[in-house]
């Protein structure tokens, strides 16, 4: 099975930022669908970023032009920076990746920000 661990999580005040990665056990280049989501106190988790192969991204609405979501294929590593941090963004950080129609996902890294 795959393995994803992320890293980069921290605490950060509002306006801040942070840069998340996720570090896979395998390669990715020919996996098309990894990205990342998130999950906050009393929600359910929540579809942050989905990159295709060649890098193009998707993101929600709550965080399109704040938030960057990049791979590495030839590392088997995924990015996500995030800049102007809001308090809401608070929740743990999930690397995602599906293959032979499985879900794969991290550990999870905390991202806490301050108002």
């Known amino acids: 099975q795959v393995q994803l661990v992320e890293s980069g999580g921290g605490l950060v005040q509002a306006g801040g930022s942070l840069r998340l990665s996720c570090a896979a056990s395998e390669s990715i280049f020919s996996i098309n669908v990894v990205g990342w989501y998130r999950q906050a106190p009393g929600k359910q988790r929540e579809l942050v970023a989905t990159l295709a192969g060649g890098g193009s991204a998707n993101y929600a609405d709550s965080v399109k032009g704040r938030f960057t979501a990049s791979r590495d294929n030839a590392r088997s590593r995924l990015y996500l920076a995030m800049n102007s941090l809001k308090p809401e963004d608070t929740a743990v950080y999930y690397c995602?990746?599906?293959?032979?129609?499985?879900?794969?996902w991290g550990q999870g890294t905390q991202v806490t920000v301050s108002s």
């Open positions: 995602y990746l599906k293959k032979g129609g499985y879900d794969y």
